[in-house]
C-alpha cells in the first residue's frame, strides 16, 4: 500500500460548488496532518493542519478519520481562485514529508 | 512570518557546470531543512533532509556526490547540483520546520528554483 493515496482527479466543478477530497494514509501512528495547495509551477502553500479529529476554517473544512486512515478535505462555495492540486501530507514524526500524487481541482466559471 | 526565501528563482547552466541554490529561512531558526525535487505533473519527491551542523541524509537514489547540501547556519541550507546535465532540468524546493515549533511539524516551503540545463 502507498504512503499516501490521492484520486489525482481532475475534479472539473462550477464555481459555488462544494467539494469533497479523500486521502488514505498507511502509517497509523501519524499524528499530524497538512492540506496543502499547490498552484502551477509554483511551491506548495500550507492550507490547512490537522491535529484532531478535524478542523475548519472559512469555506474549508479538514475531517480526520483515524480507525479508517483516511483523511478528507471539503471546499464549500468553490470560487475560481480555488483551482489548483490539493496536497495532503501525514507527518512521519516530525521527520520527512512524504507527498502524494495530490488531486487536481478546476473550478469552472 | 514562516518565510522561506530560495535563490535563485532560475536558472540556465549548460551541461557540465555546477548550480549552487540557497534556500534561506527568514523570519526563523531552521535546524532541518529539506530539498524536494519536482518533475512536470510529478510530485514532490524529497531528495535530502539538512541538518544544521551535521551531514545531510539522503533518499535512496539520490547521489550525495552529485547533489551536494550544506547546512552551515540556523538559517541557510545550500545545493549544489554538482557536472549538471540535461535531465537534472527540474523544480527544486526547499523546506523548513521551525526549531520552536515544538510538536507541530508542518513545513514552510520556499518559492522554488527552476533549473534548466542546456
Known amino acids: 500500500r502507498k504512503e499516501v493515496e490521492q484520486d489525482p482527479g481532475p475534479f472539473n466543478v462550477p464555481e459555488g460548488a462544494t467539494v469533497a477530497f479523500n486521502c488514505t494514509y498507511s502509517?497509523?501512528?501519524?499524528?499530524?496532518f497538512f492540506w496543502y495547495r499547490q498552484d502551477c509551477r509554483k511551491e506548495p502553500k500550507l492550507l490547512m493542519s490537522?491535529?484532531?479529529s478535524g478542523n475548519e476554517d472559512g469555506r474549508f473544512t479538514a475531517q480526520l478519520n483515524r480507525a479508517s486512515q483516511y483523511i478528507s478535505l471539503l471546499i464549500r462555495d468553490s470560487k475560481l481562485s480555488d483551482s489548483a492540486t490539493y496536497l495532503c501530507?501525514?507527518?512521519?514524526?516530525?521527520?520527512?514529508?512524504?507527498f502524494g500524487p495530490g488531486t487536481r481541482l478546476s473550478v469552472l466559471p | 512570518g514562516a518565510v522561506v526565501s530560495q535563490h535563485p528563482s532560475w536558472v540556465i547552466c549548460k551541461s557540465g557546470t555546477s548550480v549552487k541554490i540557497e534556500c534561506r529561512s527568514l523570519?526563523?531558526?531552521?535546524?532541518?531543512m529539506f530539498w524536494y525535487r519536482q518533475f512536470p505533473k510529478q510530485s514532490l519527491m524529497l531528495m535530502a533532509t539538512?541538518?544544521?551542523?551535521?551531514?545531510?541524509?539522503?533518499e535512496q537514489g539520490v547521489e550525495k556526490d552529485k547533489f551536494l547540501i550544506n547546512h552551515a547556519s540556523l538559517t541557510l541550507s545550500t545545493l549544489t547540483v554538482t557536472s549538471a546535465h540535461p535531465e537534472d532540468s527540474s523544480f527544486y524546493i526547499c523546506?523548513?520546520?521551525?526549531?520552536?515549533?515544538?510538536?507541530?511539524?508542518?513545513?514552510?516551503f520556499g518559492p522554488g528554483t527552476r533549473l534548466t540545463v542546456t
Open positions: 523546506s523548513a520546520r521551525d526549531r520552536l515549533a515544538g510538536v507541530i511539524y508542518e513545513q514552510y
Open positions: 502509517n497509523s501512528a501519524s499524528q499530524s
Open positions: 490537522v491535529y484532531s
Open positions: 501530507v501525514p507527518d512521519n514524526y516530525g521527520q520527512n514529508f512524504v
Open positions: 523570519d526563523f531558526q531552521a535546524t532541518t
Open positions: 539538512s541538518n544544521e551542523g551535521s551531514k545531510a541524509t539522503y
